[in-house]
Structure formats: structure tokens, C-alpha cells
């Protein structure tokens, strides 16, 4: 049986129209999967965002509360924040003449990583200084890891010590 096609048709029975074809089709249901995976991201995001919502988002601080810590001596410093979110400056103590930058990690007691700062260099009274929001900071017991920059660069730990956050 012969079939015949009208003459606008045999024009893109061509192998290189029809290969064409193929390619953009294929590219048309890649980027619909690649749509339809990225809207999956945003639905779980959108999830998480309206759990943090329930829980409450970072609130200002209602008051600033300084806290002395000497990692050296060890021990569990604590604050109370009181019930409401409160302004945590943290003056830590460091009398070493063989550092002159530190880097501070802040960590829950499980190890999970919450603030990391580089590069800190003391003020005249050998103290480093760093604030956070206790808002950011759920109750519970938090590790406070220095280490110090050599002069070569290397890290080198200092000391280690812990805080305690509760009252909200």
C-alpha cells in the first residue's frame, strides 16, 4: 500500500527535521522534571519555613547582658535569659602571648554547628568579643571551642569551655 503525504509534509520527514524534533522534545520533558523536582525543594522549604513560624522567628532583644568567660579555668558559665530574648555579649578571655587571631565555634552539646567566627583578633584588655541573640539560641548547654592562629597560619586549640543558655 503506498501512502501518499501531501507536500508540506514531506518536507519535514527529513531524518535532520525529525532528529530535531526528537531533541526538543526531549529537552521540553528534562526541563519539566527539572520543574517539577525544584518545585518539590520549595513545597519542603515552604514545610520548614511555616515550622519555624509556629516555633518564632529571631525577636529583638529586650535587654543586653554582658557574660565573662575564661575558657581556661573551664566550668559551665550560664545565663537567664529570662523568658524573653535578650542581647548575649560574650567577653571571652584569652591571655596568650603565642596568638594574636582566634577563631570561636559555638556548638550545642550534640555537636551540631550554630556560629563560627574567624579571625578575631583581642581587645587591649585580652578579651575577644562576640554577640548573639539568645533568640537564636534554644535552652540547653552550648560548647564554645577556641583555637588559635599560629603564625604560620595553622590553627592550634586553645581551650574549650561550656555555656548554658535557659529561662525562655
Not at 46 to 59: I, K, N, T
Not at 62 to 68: A, G, H
Not at 107 to 126: K, Y
Request: proline letters at 4%.
Amino acid at each position: 500500500m503506498n501512502v501518499e503525504y501531501p507536500e508540506w509534509m514531506g518536507r519535514y520527514q527529513k531524518p535532520q527535521i525529525l532528529a530535531g524534533g526528537a531533541a526538543l522534545i526531549l529537552v521540553l520533558v528534562v526541563e519539566l522534571a527539572w520543574t517539577g523536582w525544584r518545585w518539590n525543594i520549595a513545597l519542603d522549604r515552604m514545610e520548614m519555613m511555616e515550622a519555624q513560624a509556629a516555633v518564632g522567628f529571631l525577636q529583638p532583644p529586650s535587654s543586653t547582658r554582658t557574660l565573662r568567660v575564661d575558657p581556661r579555668v573551664g566550668g559551665l558559665a550560664g545565663i537567664d535569659a529570662g523568658g524573653f530574648a535578650s542581647r548575649v555579649d560574650l567577653a571571652i578571655t584569652v591571655n596568650s602571648g603565642r596568638f594574636d587571631l582566634y577563631r570561636i565555634a559555638l556548638s550545642r552539646d550534640d555537636g551540631t554547628a550554630l556560629l563560627h567566627a574567624e579571625r578575631l583578633a583581642p581587645d587591649s584588655n585580652g578579651d575577644l568579643h562576640l554577640g548573639c541573640n539568645t533568640s537564636m539560641l534554644p535552652d540547653g548547654i552550648y560548647r564554645l571551642r577556641i583555637e588559635g592562629y599560629t603564625r604560620r597560619g595553622e590553627l592550634e586549640k586553645y581551650a574549650e569551655s561550656r555555656l548554658s543558655i535557659g529561662g525562655r
